[in-house]
């Protein structure tokens, strides 16, 4: 038995990293946390005409962005690096008559499957080069064998899966799979038991697709002596329209929702509970979710990725954040979207007024640069919204008068508001609007005391004397 709880990931380099790849990782860090055990990464990068450098640093800023702690940081395995073991373990089941060379060429193999077909057969490969089916047979030249592992004729192979529970195959469903193509490279469903089992890998938890490789791995741990791990199989993440979700349902690259602007913890979150629950819990943290996951709570049905809850998650997140840390997370897009940050406003407090009304960084940081972008003055807007211009003039021009020795904070300037509805009996829309559109050039903004106490005094009474005297001049 396994000495320790060992899980792993095992992504191949090939482009980005997938949500269902990384909800998988996140599944294999719960269960190794919860068990004291370790999780460990493995980059499957046998694939030696797509994989690249590129991918494999997309992966390793993936698992970082999520925090998702790998006990081998500075020893991740690399297949390409353990091509000598591969081999040695291939020459052993070849010593043992338990894998053997195939001679057959791309072609009969084609013709093969095609004539399979023909008679209603299952393709599948018929073992033309067992050693028992070829002997006296001439080696054709100029052919370069790959070897297969002799899959046994008879009896059935079983697991226990961690999801699904009690799954049987008969072997004479399986045939005889190639374990190393002729270029010496090892396929996956070889080369990934060799690694679980030199990783003492006590886990092995992936997708649902992966279920049919299972009972040939097993018989390639039986063959080789492993211990067999505990296998458990992830129902597929699909779009809303419940198909697998692939890039026609949007993005679906995990570093792709930190440019849209998500925070890490809350994709951590959102894809944990795609496809586990604990009761009715829909936010928790990582502490959490280590402390009460169970591989039996997965779903058996395929979870159903939406972005509406994911983006509720996210801004449940967002409202809770450090200030300090929102606004350096979002400074990086204001300079993107032009803006001046040497205004030196007071961004800490930007973000606390607008992260309760922003899902995403990508929205805090359009909602921020209302206070670093000078929007032209519409005064069609005013037009159409006060009735009785001149006294909404005259209440800007009250507070253009007042405000000039008054101390420039929230509190004072509401009470500033209140005071000239109160001497001029009018309602809030009539000054709070005239005031958004001649200081920020917008209609909408958040609450007006605390909007005009950030854009700062000596901007908003410059702006409001220019705007208040444009307006003037329209109405006459």
Same mark, same amino acid.
Request: aromatic residues 8%; contains cysteine; hydrophobic residues 35%.
């Given at each position: 038995m396994f000495k320790k709880v060992r899980t792993r990931i095992a992504p191949s380099p090939t482009g980005m990293m997938h949500l269902g790849t990384a909800r998988t990782a996140i599944y294999c860090w719960a269960v190794a946390r919860h068990f004291g055990g370790e999780f460990l990464l493995r980059i499957e990068d046998t694939d030696q005409e797509r994989s690249t450098p590129e991918a494999t640093q997309v992966i390793l800023d993936a698992m970082k962005w999520l925090n998702l702690d790998y006990d081998n940081a500075g020893h991740v395995t690399y297949q390409m690096n353990r091509l000598g073991r591969y081999?040695?373990?291939?020459?052993?089941?070849?010593?043992?008559?338990?894998?053997?060379?195939?001679?057959a060429t791309k072609e009969e193999l084609e013709q093969m499957r095609e004539d399979q077909k023909? +008679?209603?057969?299952?393709?599948?490969?018929?073992?033309?080069?067992?050693?028992?089916?070829? *002997?006296?047979? @001439?080696?054709?030249? #100029?052919?370069?064998?790959?070897?297969?592992?002799r899959n046994?004729?008879?009896?059935?192979?079983?697991?226990?899966?961690?999801?699904?529970g009690p799954i049987a195959i008969n072997n004479s469903e399986l045939d005889d799979l190639v374990i190393m193509r002729g270029d010496g490279i090892p396929t996956y469903n070889f080369a990934v038991v060799v690694d679980d089992m030199d990783m003492e890998i006590s886990h092995v938890i992936r997708g649902a697709d992966h279920i049919n490789?299972?009972? +040939?791995?097993?018989?390639?741990?039986?063959?080789?002596?492993?211990?067999?791990?505990?296998? *458990?199989?992830? @129902?597929?993440?699909? #779009?809303?329209?419940?198909?697998?979700?692939?890039?026609?349902?949007?993005?679906?690259?995990?570093?792709?929702?930190?440019?849209?602007?998500?925070?890490?913890?809350?994709i951590f979150n959102y894809l944990a509970r795609l496809g586990w629950a604990h009761g009715d819990a829909e936010k928790f943290s990582r502490e959490q979710?280590?402390?009460?996951?169970?591989?039996?709570d997965c779903s058996r049905s395929a979870a159903q990725f939406n972005m509406d809850k994911l983006r509720w998650l996210n801004h449940e997140y967002i409202k809770e954040a450090d200030d300090e840390r929102l606004a350096k997370l979002i400074e990086p897009r204001l300079k993107a979207k032009g803006a001046d940050l040497s205004r030196n406003l007071d961004l800490v407090g930007i973000v606390a007024l607008l992260k309760e009304r922003e899902a995403t960084l990508a929205e805090l940081a359009e909602g921020a640069m209302l206070f670093y972008r000078d929007n032209p003055i519409d005064l069609a807007v005013l037009d159409e919204c006060i009735k009785d211009a001149a006294t909404s003039q005259e209440a800007c021009r009250l507070f253009?008068?007042?405000?000039?020795?008054?101390?420039?904070?929230?509190?004072?300037?509401?009470?500033?508001?209140?005071?000239?509805?109160?001497?001029?009996?009018?309602?809030?829309?009539?000054?709070?609007?005239?005031?958004?559109v001649l200081v920020t050039g917008e209609k909408h903004t958040p609450s007006i005391d605390a909007t005009l106490e950030l854009f700062g005094k000596e901007r908003v009474r410059g702006k409001l004397e220019e705007g208040l005297t444009n307006w003037i001049n329209h109405t006459k």
């Open positions: 081999k040695e373990v291939v020459d052993q089941l070849m010593e043992k008559g338990l894998a053997y060379k195939c001679y023909a +008679r209603g057969e299952k393709p599948r490969y018929d073992g033309r080069w067992r050693p028992e089916n070829c *002997a006296g047979k @001439p080696i054709p030249e #100029g052919v370069t064998p790959v070897i297969r592992f046994p004729d008879e009896g059935t192979v079983t697991w226990n899966d961690g999801v699904y490789n299972t009972p +040939r791995q097993i018989n390639l741990y039986k063959a080789i002596g492993g211990e067999i791990p505990t296998f *458990a199989h992830l @129902p597929l993440i699909h #779009g809303e329209d419940g198909q697998k979700l692939s890039k026609r349902h949007g993005t679906v690259s995990v570093l792709a929702y930190e440019e849209l602007g998500f925070l890490p913890e809350a979710l280590a402390e009460w996951f169970k591989l039996e253009l008068e007042r405000s000039k020795d008054m101390e420039w904070k929230r509190e004072d300037i509401n009470t500033l508001i209140r005071s000239i509805m109160k001497e001029l009996k009018i309602k809030m829309p009539h000054i709070a609007i005239p005031l958004r």
